[in-house]
């Protein structure tokens, strides 16, 4: 199943069955292109609040079912989350099913949907949980192999974070490629949709995960996308996906000799881009410190304060093992760079004063 002679392997469909119509509409843009391997569709949806949208259930199985008798090529995913879901997707002939962020984070809940996959057979997609918990995702995907099924796939949908800049959920690419590294055997895919959150996004996200050497894509795609009744603002019309198709660079992977050498390079790459971002985040935080130096009449370097940063920061340091100068050295120099922005800060703040 996630073998494909098609490399990347692309899945795409509505975020949610809303109705017949846009369903059947869906799958007839898909399927008139043959890089799409597998059409995705919400049926049972997991709010994080109560009241909204929360999938059609079986009914939208029997229209799957429906098409796939005049579309015979086509095959489809769904998303379970309960055992009676599972029984469902096996009853209408849906061909693959993943399971979700909410549900692949909670041990007891995969030991049920496990217990339903126990020897069907059935090919399994497991997105990461929500939490960046590398043994979290390995754990559910570990209980998924031992029900047998010889169909296994991972889909890095990005990471709930309190801070997440720009992205609905982070992306944190070190994760997903220290799992290809742990588990080489596994198929690992990329869903743009729930890492962007935002459709402007999703061109770049599929790129770097091209770039990346992920296996494919889900991509969510629906008719009229501004009307969605879930995740509105990151769903793309099915032709505009298959615009994006037609730009994607895709670059095999097997020119390197070692594979371990590009993945843990790639990880490096992803970790420093982290510092720089937290080096932003620091320098911000320390304008906006100048300030409330200013409105107390404080200097902008007070020595006390200093000592005991470096003081806590280079007791954390030890812990971690971490060579002690080295550490010194660093944070003299972003301290250093902290008080220049802040009397920088000051200085300007007072030119727009007078
Ligand atoms: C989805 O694929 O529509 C979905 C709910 O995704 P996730 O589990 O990644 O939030
Ligand atoms: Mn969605």
Redesign the pocket.
Known sequence: MFHTANYPFIIAGP??IENREQLRSVTETLSSDPRIAMI?C?VW??RSRPGGFEGLGEVALQWIKELKEEYPQVRFCC?VAQPQHVEQCLRYGIDAV???????GDPFSMEELCQALQGTQLPVMV??P?APDIQLWIGAIERVLATGTSQVAA?H??FFMRNNIGYR?NPLWEIPIELQRLMPQLHVFC?P??IGGNRELIPQLMQTAMDLHFEGL?V?VHPQPAEAL??AAQQITPQHLITLLDSLIVRRSDEVADKDLTLLRQQIDQIDRQLIESLRTRMEVSRKIALVKQRNNMTVFQPKRWELVLEKDLALAQQMGLDNTFVKELFEKIHGESVRLQEEALTGNKKEIQ
């Open positions: 975020c949610s995705r919400g949806k997991p998303e993943w399971i979700g962020a909410r549900t692949s997105k990461n929500t889909i949908r990005g959920n869903d949709s729930h889900m969510e879930t995740d």
